[in-house]
């Protein structure tokens, strides 16, 4: 039977997609310490292959905490799109109906290496390829994270668990039902997207 090894930090976050490393990152300009948890490997995280349009405040966000400065230089920004049909195109002209705000291609890959990058800068924790995670103790003021990590049983207490590991993550089915509040918008149609290493087609979204 393993040991245990523990430890203590303010927010535990499980996960180290998007969502997790733009946590940590935030809390990190607060001042607030951290540790960050993935499963899978950094290879594995940064070539995972999801969406590849950022919308304006994603962008701003970005560039707010210190993030942006690659997403500046090979971004692509459009200003509209163009609607296809009937043999024809029909430009709609978004930034003009929007006050300026539009929408930037850079994949996902390439937010999360940023975010990687800006997280190592930082010196705070950030473990890949942990395993066994589970979290302890919701209701209590010190909840706790289980996992083990190079052939070592960890348990972190934390202030705060900030479940950052998706709709299928173990976090979510982790939370007690009478403390669970789905907020859910469900639209009738759904986008296909598709990223080439290859020249535009067009200047804007066809």
Do not use: K
């Not at 705070?124 to 589970?134: A, D, N, T």
């Not at 007690?176 to 149609?189: G, H, K, T, W």
Request: aromatic share 4%; net charge negative; proline share 3%.
């Amino acid at each position: 039977m393993l040991s245990v090894t523990s430890s203590r930090t303010q927010v535990g976050i499980v996960g180290a997609g998007p969502a997790g490393l733009m946590l940590g990152q935030l809390l990190h300009l607060q001042g607030i310490d951290s540790v960050i948890l993935e499963n899978r490997s950094r290879q594995y995280v940064v070539e995972r292959v999801r969406a590849g349009v950022l919308e304006q405040g994603t962008v701003d966000l970005m560039r707010e905490v210190g993030v942006g400065g690659r997403l500046a230089r090979e971004g692509m920004r459009h200003d509209g799109i163009h609607l296809a049909f009937n043999g024809s195109r029909h430009r709609i002209d978004m930034a003009d109906l929007t006050g300026g705000r539009a929408i930037t291609i850079y994949g996902q890959n390439e937010v999360v290496h940023d975010l990687i990058e800006a997280r190592l800068e930082t010196g705070r924790p950030l473990h890949f390829e942990v395993e066994g995670v589970s979290v302890h103790d919701l209701e209590s003021r010190a909840p706790a994270i289980r996992y083990q990590a190079g052939g070592a049983a960890h348990e972190l207490r934390c202030d705060v668990i900030a479940g950052c590991d998706g709709f299928h993550g173990i976090c979510r089915p982790s939370i007690p039902a009478s403390q669970l509040r789905i907020c859910e918008r469900v639209y009738p149609f759904g986008w296909l997207g598709i990223l080439a290493e290859a020249a535009p087609s067009s200047h804007e979204l066809v």
